[in-house]
């Protein structure tokens, strides 16, 4: 069996639950019945395209409304950014929001936050005690600094550790912009503590999987592939087709009808490149000037991480290169005002130097909206190259010049790109998801059960 062949393979193929009695056993086929979820650095509350909140706070989001609906109860815990806001939040029946504080209110920044770990690891274990033994049945983190936190809260509990990692500072560093800051050595060393203390990882995509063997040398037995979901109901197509609705939709929006429109949706950073589409943007106009007056160019997201350095960079380039009459700059936006988006565009770009997976590629073509996106990370599973979308290997702005033609030659493409697209996407549905990762939690909890039977086992001789 080769390394990804067992990262295939079903999670906890073959285990048996055993061990000693819980005082609050798991439900039902060994599932856990109460999940302790982390997400130190941004709370799934906050509107995603703002600060750090992006993708991974839609993934938390649903995935855990997702649980709560197969009777998987989430409490997650987030840090505390405001004095006024109330110890805990209910986000959905059977999903409880908790507030940690831990080191100032406001003014943190990601990279100011290892710091606080220690206060934030105190804070879980104030709430963890007022609680008996076995109110959690197991730790889900997401990200490294999450990751940090659950490893210790889980072994001070003695409860499965399953973690996420959705980046990694070996494949960001090996994949950042021009001048974009590397990530730390404190992150890498974490990375590596977690991945190590981790009953199970769950990856995003079989690329992932991999880049987690290869990087962290991670036990392929721990390693669970499940892709993330896209909320169906809120990202589809309008039901009168997709050109009606893209015409109710750039109506609402104050869009011209007849616009080539390629759509930049995501934060505003070096590592998601939407340099990338301005510079195509301009070389496309540079060769067929006819173009300016039917092209229309909207950027939907604010500055984040190091593009927080120079928050008006990307409108001051977009003036350098002479396409300023031609972008259109919003802010983040909610997620049914982002679908409307989504429907008026004739393409999403995704230029991204690194993505673990790309959920925005996926809502855009649920809603009927191929996509151009960057050959990287989970980006050729979430669009289907030649029939969803277009993938373009590197970032030189020349590739993405070429696929943008490909739409404003050809301006049925879309058009017949649009079915594949919705028909792609369907396969991504959080309730999937959401079962995967209940799985995931079985395989662990019985792993561990398994694993203090062979100790027991053991002292006894």
């Known amino acids: ?92 029946p059977g999903v409880l929001v908790r507030h940690v504080a831990a080191g100032p209110y406001e003014g943190l920044a990601k990279e100011d936050l290892p710091a606080q770990l220690s206060a934030f690891t105190h804070g879980v274990t104030q709430v963890w005690a007022d609680h008996h033994p076995g109110h959690y049945d197991l730790v889900h983190s997401h990200y490294w600094l999450s990751g940090h936190v659950g490893r210790l809260a889980a ?28 990530e730390p050595a404190a992150r890498l060393l974490g990375e590596t503590q977690v991945v190590r203390a981790a009953d199970r990882l769950i990856a995003n995509t079989e690329n992932e999987a ?41 109506s609402r929006l104050g869009l011209p009808q007849d616009a080539l429109i390629p759509l930049f949706v995501g934060r505003i950073q070096p590592l998601k490149a939407p340099d990338v589409l301005l510079r195509a943007v301009a070389r496309l106009l540079d060769e067929r000037s006819w173009l300016r007056e039917r092209i229309l160019v909207p950027v939907v997201g604010g500055p984040s991480g190091s593009g927080l350095a120079e928050p008006e960079g990307l409108q001051k380039l977009a003036a350098r290169l002479g396409v300023h009459d031609v972008v259109l700059f919003r802010p983040p936006v909610g997620q049914d005002r982002l679908a409307d ?106 792993g561990r059960s398994h694993g203090l039977r062979a100790v027991g086992q053991r002292q006894l001789r």
């Open 341 to 446: 988006w989504y429907r008026a565009a004739s393409v999403l770009v995704m230029p991204s130097r690194s993505e673990s997976f790309g959920l925005v590629a996926v809502e855009a073509q649920a809603c009927g909206t191929p996509v151009i996106a960057a050959r990287v990370g989970g980006l050729p599973v979430a669009v289907r190259d030649g029939a969803s979308g277009v993938l373009v290997p590197g970032h030189d702005p020349a590739d993405y010049a070429r696929a943008l033609y490909g739409f404003a030659g050809d301006p049925a493409r879309s058009a017949r790109m649009s079915e594949a697209a919705v028909r792609h996407a369907r396969s991504f549905g959080w309730a999937t998801a959401a079962a995967a990762t209940a799985d995931v939690y079985t395989a662990a909890l019985r």
């Open 1 to 92: 069996m080769t390394r990804l062949e067992a990262v295939r393979r079903s999670p906890g193929q073959g285990d048996t639950l055993v061990g000693p009695p819980r005082s609050r056993p798991p439900g039902t086929h060994g599932r856990p019945r109460r999940v302790a979820m982390l997400s130190v650095h941004t709370s799934p509350l906050h509107q995603p395209g703002t600060g750090d909140a992006g993708g991974m706070n839609v993934y938390i989001v649903e995935l855990a409304k997702r649980l709560a609906a197969i009777d998987i109860e989430v409490e997650i815990f987030t840090r505390a950014t405001s004095a006024q806001l109330p110890p805990s939040v209910e986000l959905a």
């Open 155 to 182: 072994e001070r509990r003695g409860v499965p550790l399953v973690h996420a990692m959705h980046t990694m500072a070996k494949v960001k560093n090996a994949s950042q912009a021009e001048g974009d800051t590397p």
């Open 210 to 250: 991999q880049e987690l063997l290869r990087h962290y040398d991670a036990d392929t037995g721990r390693v669970a592939v499940v892709h993330p979901g896209v909320d169906l109901e809120r990202f589809r197509p309008d039901p009168r087709g997709v050109e009606a609705g893209r015409a109710a939709a750039r």
